[in-house]
């Protein structure tokens, strides 16, 4: 029977190294999960679960494990690493930084561990440590792209990046604000002088999107929701930094919500949607009809395949506001439009570092732009669709969380099956010390 249940498992764990290999990550906890209900207590299985949890953002879940299997087995560097990272991720900063001190303090050559020990210090308010750690972990990733907690460090390009960052929030937030600003327009600068065409044709095709829009606003589907079995699709739309994120995480209280953030599924059907129907002796018109039909189609069909019996699912990626013609008619859609002070606003986009080339983000006045064109398509959008929509304000969501579930359950309908909320972090005022720095730039409210 034991070897039985070996071999069941060594299938899962070689089915879970197989998703790894092509970066299928929810495949591979799928396959890690099963080895373990099998082998709770192999190690080499709850290390590798509790990697994947912590890939795939699952803290709470990797958290339990650990302290499951910690109960009567010894963890080794990398469960610790995780645990620690859990921890840190579901708000027990304090917690976190207690274990690796006792757990961890022997090693001192991983820029991954003194990245983590910055955030704890950082969210627990020690900014001058958070601040010395970020530049050991940034010295330490300089000279030798080694991490014995993180083989993968040396082909992560952007990680000298996040600490050059972290750098720049820990000077903000003790105060150093000159010193902050001119490294934050020392770091973009490159970025800025390298996109500058990439930059007039975004512009330009934003600007053209939002003309073409006041002419002809996109068609809302006339299907009576009553009929289609489906989870509602909610949309969670607002510049970078505005926080649709700390929004997404109040609905933990709703029970059989998918959050599926920034993912490409609205832009890879829309994709599909291009290659399929593309009969170029169609009239325009026409083709449009069939393109909106086929999309959705293939979106339903999605939902039911892999959402069926949920109630909603809920995308955060603003990308997918550039297909506004096809999203605002989905059956059983909701958007929500958050919004955030200009200047707290602009300041968190121009001092974030951003994986994906920064063509907006690396300027002052390009960020003031495109949250000026943000909120013109928001208002357009919202006012042609109130009742769908709802506007809510990142100083409501941070001045009264109860308040803001109460007008979501009104507006969706919806009823918590708790009222366990993770306070959203209080970033307000965060631009107020540089002002003066974006008005020379000529920023002004509008």
């Known amino acids: 029977m034991n070897d039985k249940k070996t071999e069941e498992a060594k299938a899962h764990f070689l089915e879970f190294l197989s998703h790894m290999e092509k970066d299928e990550f929810d495949k591979a906890e799928e396959q890690i999960l099963a080895a373990y209900e099998i082998l709770p207590e192999r190690p080499s299985i709850v290390t590798n679960l509790l990697a994947i949890s912590v890939q795939n953002e699952n803290y709470e879940f990797a958290a339990d494990v650990f302290e499951r299997f910690n109960e009567n087995n010894d963890t080794d560097e990398f469960s ?13 900063f304090a917690q976190s930084q207690k274990f690796i001190q006792e757990n961890m303090a022997e ?32 010295n330490l990733l ?33 105060g150093r604000h000159e010193e902050c600003w001119e490294l934050c327009a020392e770091l973009n600068r490159p970025a800025a002088d390298a996109t500058v065409e990439d930059y007039k044709i975004d512009a330009d095709a934003r600007w053209n999107m939002l003309s073409a829009l006041s002419e002809f606003p996109p068609a809302e589907t006339s299907a009576d929701e009553s009929t289609i079995d489906i989870p509602y699709t909610i949309f969670i739309w607002g510049p970078s930094r505005s926080g649709k994120t700390s929004l997404e995480k109040f609905f933990d209280v709703f029970p059989g919500i998918a959050k599926l953030g920034e993912t490409r599924i609205i832009r890879d059907i829309v994709d599909e949607t291009g290659a399929a129907i593309n009969d170029q002796s169609l009239s325009p018109e026409l083709l449009k009809e069939k393109r909106i039909e086929y999309f959705y189609n293939r979106y339903v069909e999605y939902l039911r395949k892999n959402h069926k ?6 995308f955060t990626a603003p990308g997918d506001l550039q297909y506004m013609n096809v999203v605002m008619g989905i059956p059983k859609s909701r958007f929500i439009f958050v ?13 974030s570092y951003y994986i994906v080339k920064p063509i907006i983000t690396s300027d002052i006045q390009r960020i003031h732009d495109h949250v000026k064109w943000y909120r013109q398509l928001s208002g357009f ?4 669709y109130k009742d769908k929509s709802i506007a809510i304000s990142y100083d409501e969501l941070v001045e009264d969380p109860r308040a803001i579930v109460g007008r979501l359950c009104e507006f969706l309908d919806f009823t918590p099956a708790e009222m366990k909320l993770r306070e959203p972090y209080d970033d307000r005022g965060c631009g107020q010390p540089y ?12």
Do not use: C
């Open 381 to 384: 959008l919202y006012e042609n």
């Open 309 to 314: 019996g949920e109630k909603a699912v809920i």
């Open 107 to 138: 090693i001192t050559n991983s820029p991954s561990l003194y990245k983590l020990i910055g955030d704890n210090y950082f969210y627990m308010g020690d900014f001058e440590n958070s601040l010395q750690h970020f530049q050991t972990a940034k």
């Open 142 to 174: 300089n000279g030798s792209k080694d991490d014995p907690l993180n083989d993968k460090i040396a082909s992560l390009e952007h990680w000298e990046g996040i600490l050059d960052f972290r750098i720049v929030r820990s000077l903000e937030r003790l």
């Open 435 to 446: 002002i003066s720095y974006m008005r020379e730039l000529g920023v002004a409210e509008h």
């Open 80 to 92: 610790d690493y995780y645990y620690a990272i859990s921890l840190s991720h579901t708000n027990r």
């Open 339 to 351: 919004e955030r002070d200009l200047y707290d606003l602009i300041f968190r986009i121009f001092s």
